[in-house]
Protein backbone atom coordinates (compact mmCIF):
# COMPACT_ATOMS: atom_id res chain seq x y z
CA UNK A 1 0.00 0.00 0.00
CA UNK A 2 1.44 3.62 -0.71
CA UNK A 3 -0.63 5.50 1.93
CA UNK A 4 -3.39 8.03 1.71
CA UNK A 5 -4.27 9.56 -1.53
CA UNK A 6 -5.76 12.58 -2.83
CA UNK A 7 -7.27 13.95 -6.05
CA UNK A 8 -6.58 16.53 -7.62
CA UNK A 9 -3.30 18.03 -6.37
CA UNK A 10 -4.37 21.61 -7.48
CA UNK A 11 -7.38 22.69 -8.29
CA UNK A 12 -8.14 26.59 -9.50
CA UNK A 13 -11.78 27.82 -9.89
CA UNK A 14 -13.55 30.56 -10.34
CA UNK A 15 -15.10 31.85 -7.58
CA UNK A 16 -19.30 30.71 -7.30
CA UNK A 17 -18.23 27.54 -9.14
CA UNK A 18 -18.42 23.84 -6.94
CA UNK A 19 -15.04 21.67 -6.30
CA UNK A 20 -14.98 18.11 -5.03
CA UNK A 21 -11.46 16.49 -3.74
CA UNK A 22 -11.27 12.91 -3.02
CA UNK A 23 -9.18 10.66 -0.71
CA UNK A 24 -8.27 7.48 -0.83
CA UNK A 25 -6.61 6.20 2.70
CA UNK A 26 -5.11 3.72 2.92
CA UNK A 27 -6.79 0.73 2.97
CA UNK A 28 -6.99 -1.25 6.15
CA UNK A 29 -7.71 2.42 7.93
CA UNK A 30 -11.57 2.87 9.32
CA UNK A 31 -11.23 6.62 10.23
CA UNK A 32 -10.50 9.31 7.82
CA UNK A 33 -9.98 13.17 8.40
CA UNK A 34 -10.26 16.03 6.82
CA UNK A 35 -8.50 19.03 7.66
CA UNK A 36 -7.82 22.70 6.08
CA UNK A 37 -4.55 24.23 6.48
CA UNK A 38 -3.80 28.28 5.09
CA UNK A 39 -0.23 29.42 4.23
CA UNK A 40 1.66 29.86 7.91
CA UNK A 41 -0.59 28.03 9.90
CA UNK A 42 -1.18 24.39 11.02
CA UNK A 43 -3.99 22.42 10.22
CA UNK A 44 -7.71 22.55 11.04
CA UNK A 45 -9.78 19.95 11.61
CA UNK A 46 -12.98 20.06 9.55
CA UNK A 47 -14.78 16.55 9.89
CA UNK A 48 -13.71 12.78 10.44
CA UNK A 49 -15.78 9.34 9.54
CA UNK A 50 -15.38 6.04 11.00
CA UNK A 51 -16.13 3.81 8.36
CA UNK A 52 -18.98 5.23 6.04
CA UNK A 53 -20.48 7.24 9.77
CA UNK A 54 -19.66 10.85 9.50
CA UNK A 55 -19.24 11.45 13.17
CA UNK A 56 -18.02 14.86 13.85
CA UNK A 57 -18.35 18.06 11.77
CA UNK A 58 -16.36 21.23 13.24
CA UNK A 59 -18.06 24.53 13.22
CA UNK A 60 -15.72 25.80 10.35
CA UNK A 61 -17.91 23.25 7.75
CA UNK A 62 -20.38 25.46 6.76
CA UNK A 63 -23.31 24.40 4.54
CA UNK A 64 -21.47 24.97 1.71
CA UNK A 65 -19.65 22.21 2.31
CA UNK A 66 -20.35 18.53 1.93
CA UNK A 67 -18.37 15.22 2.72
CA UNK A 68 -18.89 11.19 2.39
CA UNK A 69 -17.94 8.47 2.71
CA UNK A 70 -20.03 5.77 0.90
CA UNK A 71 -19.13 2.63 1.35
CA UNK A 72 -16.76 3.12 4.43
CA UNK A 73 -13.54 3.25 1.81
CA UNK A 74 -12.50 6.52 0.19
CA UNK A 75 -14.53 9.81 0.67
CA UNK A 76 -15.21 12.86 -1.06
CA UNK A 77 -15.29 16.68 0.06
CA UNK A 78 -17.63 18.60 -2.05
CA UNK A 79 -17.98 22.40 -1.63
CA UNK A 80 -20.36 24.61 -3.19
CA UNK A 81 -20.63 28.14 -4.20
CA UNK A 82 -16.70 28.33 -4.08
CA UNK A 83 -15.47 32.07 -2.27
CA UNK A 84 -11.92 33.11 -2.40
CA UNK A 85 -12.07 32.44 1.44
CA UNK A 86 -12.15 28.92 0.73
CA UNK A 87 -8.60 28.74 -1.12
CA UNK A 88 -6.64 26.54 1.04
CA UNK A 89 -4.58 23.26 1.33
CA UNK A 90 -7.31 20.28 1.89
CA UNK A 91 -5.84 17.45 3.68
CA UNK A 92 -6.96 13.82 4.44
CA UNK A 93 -5.44 11.61 6.82
CA UNK A 94 -6.43 8.46 7.80
CA UNK A 95 -6.04 5.84 11.08
CA UNK A 96 -7.13 2.29 12.46
CA UNK A 97 -9.23 2.89 15.11
CA UNK A 98 -6.86 2.92 18.30
CA UNK A 99 -6.36 2.10 21.13
CA UNK A 100 -7.73 4.75 23.54
CA UNK A 101 -4.35 6.83 24.12
CA UNK A 102 -3.12 6.88 20.77
CA UNK A 103 -4.24 8.75 17.66
CA UNK A 104 -1.56 8.19 14.73
CA UNK A 105 -2.70 9.94 11.78
CA UNK A 106 -1.12 9.92 8.05
CA UNK A 107 -2.10 12.36 5.51
CA UNK A 108 -2.12 12.33 2.03
CA UNK A 109 -0.24 15.27 -0.16
CA UNK A 110 -3.12 17.06 -0.15
CA UNK A 111 -5.40 19.23 -2.71
CA UNK A 112 -4.32 23.06 -3.10
CA UNK A 113 -7.29 24.93 -3.76
CA UNK A 114 -7.32 28.66 -5.14
CA UNK A 115 -10.13 30.42 -5.63
CA UNK A 116 -10.09 33.34 -8.12
CA UNK B 1 -11.00 26.42 22.68
CA UNK B 2 -8.01 24.71 22.91
CA UNK B 3 -4.91 25.50 21.53
CA UNK B 4 -1.42 24.39 21.21
CA UNK B 5 1.27 27.37 20.84
CA UNK B 6 4.41 26.53 19.28
CA UNK B 7 7.85 28.20 19.80
CA UNK B 8 9.76 29.77 18.06
CA UNK B 9 7.23 30.15 14.88
CA UNK B 10 10.49 30.67 12.88
CA UNK B 11 14.30 29.52 12.78
CA UNK B 12 17.16 29.55 10.74
CA UNK B 13 20.95 28.14 11.70
CA UNK B 14 23.59 27.30 10.70
CA UNK B 15 24.60 23.32 10.16
CA UNK B 16 25.98 21.81 12.91
CA UNK B 17 23.84 23.96 15.61
CA UNK B 18 21.43 22.41 17.95
CA UNK B 19 18.17 23.69 17.81
CA UNK B 20 14.84 22.93 20.38
CA UNK B 21 11.55 23.53 19.52
CA UNK B 22 8.45 23.79 22.32
CA UNK B 23 5.24 23.11 21.84
CA UNK B 24 2.51 24.11 24.90
CA UNK B 25 -1.21 23.77 26.17
CA UNK B 26 -3.23 24.69 28.87
CA UNK B 27 -5.14 21.27 28.20
CA UNK B 28 -3.87 17.58 28.79
CA UNK B 29 -3.69 15.34 25.83
CA UNK B 30 -4.07 11.60 25.32
CA UNK B 31 -1.35 11.60 22.73
CA UNK B 32 0.61 14.44 20.97
CA UNK B 33 2.02 13.99 17.56
CA UNK B 34 5.10 15.36 15.75
CA UNK B 35 4.89 15.88 11.94
CA UNK B 36 7.44 17.71 9.49
CA UNK B 37 5.87 18.88 6.39
CA UNK B 38 7.94 20.06 3.04
CA UNK B 39 6.54 22.65 1.03
CA UNK B 40 3.62 21.50 -1.26
CA UNK B 41 3.24 18.29 1.09
CA UNK B 42 1.04 16.73 3.16
CA UNK B 43 2.36 16.51 6.92
CA UNK B 44 4.59 13.15 7.71
CA UNK B 45 4.16 12.24 10.68
CA UNK B 46 7.91 12.07 12.97
CA UNK B 47 6.83 10.06 16.70
CA UNK B 48 4.04 9.95 18.76
CA UNK B 49 4.25 10.42 22.83
CA UNK B 50 1.77 8.85 24.99
CA UNK B 51 2.95 8.56 28.58
CA UNK B 52 3.88 11.41 30.61
CA UNK B 53 7.48 12.47 30.91
CA UNK B 54 8.44 10.13 27.78
CA UNK B 55 10.84 10.22 25.52
CA UNK B 56 11.60 9.39 22.30
CA UNK B 57 14.66 9.48 20.15
CA UNK B 58 14.65 9.09 16.08
CA UNK B 59 18.36 9.22 14.93
CA UNK B 60 19.26 12.92 16.15
CA UNK B 61 16.04 14.22 17.21
CA UNK B 62 14.91 13.54 20.77
CA UNK B 63 11.16 14.44 21.84
CA UNK B 64 10.04 14.71 25.40
CA UNK B 65 6.24 14.65 26.74
CA UNK B 66 5.90 16.87 29.74
CA UNK B 67 5.10 15.30 32.85
CA UNK B 68 1.23 16.51 33.01
CA UNK B 69 0.93 15.81 29.07
CA UNK B 70 0.71 19.40 28.27
CA UNK B 71 3.66 20.15 26.66
CA UNK B 72 6.29 18.65 24.59
CA UNK B 73 9.36 19.69 22.95
CA UNK B 74 12.00 18.58 19.90
CA UNK B 75 15.62 18.89 20.03
CA UNK B 76 17.34 18.68 16.81
CA UNK B 77 21.04 17.86 17.42
CA UNK B 78 23.57 18.98 14.68
CA UNK B 79 21.06 20.30 12.69
CA UNK B 80 21.73 19.52 8.64
CA UNK B 81 20.13 21.77 5.72
CA UNK B 82 17.99 18.49 5.38
CA UNK B 83 16.25 18.81 8.15
CA UNK B 84 14.89 22.03 6.68
CA UNK B 85 11.13 22.20 7.07
CA UNK B 86 7.94 23.39 9.08
CA UNK B 87 7.93 21.20 12.47
CA UNK B 88 4.53 20.46 13.74
CA UNK B 89 2.73 19.74 17.19
CA UNK B 90 -0.44 17.77 17.11
CA UNK B 91 -2.56 17.07 20.70
CA UNK B 92 -5.51 14.66 20.45
CA UNK B 93 -7.55 14.98 23.45
CA UNK B 94 -11.02 12.66 22.69
CA UNK B 95 -11.68 9.24 21.61
CA UNK B 96 -12.32 11.02 18.10
CA UNK B 97 -8.57 11.15 17.62
CA UNK B 98 -9.42 14.54 16.33
CA UNK B 99 -5.74 16.35 16.64
CA UNK B 100 -5.76 19.87 17.28
CA UNK B 101 -2.07 21.30 15.70
CA UNK B 102 0.08 24.08 16.50
CA UNK B 103 0.84 27.32 14.15
CA UNK B 104 4.07 25.35 13.13
CA UNK B 105 7.83 26.13 13.26
CA UNK B 106 9.83 27.06 9.93
CA UNK B 107 12.89 25.85 10.58
CA UNK B 108 15.84 26.72 7.67
CA UNK B 109 19.39 25.20 7.96
CA UNK B 110 21.99 26.87 5.94
CA UNK B 111 24.90 24.97 4.63
Known amino acids: DTGVSQDPRHKITKRGQNVTFRCDPISEHNRLYWYRQTLGQGPEFLTYFQNEAQLEKSRLLSDRFSAERPKGSFSTLEIQRTEQGDSAMYLC??????????????FGPGTRLTVT | TQLLEQSPQFLSIQEGENLTVYCNSSSVFSSLQWYRQEPGEGPVLLVTVVTGGEVKKLKRLTFQFGDARKDSSLHITAAQPGDTGLYLCAGATSNTGKLIFGQGTTLQVKP
Open chain 1, 93 to 106: ASSLTPGLLIHEQY
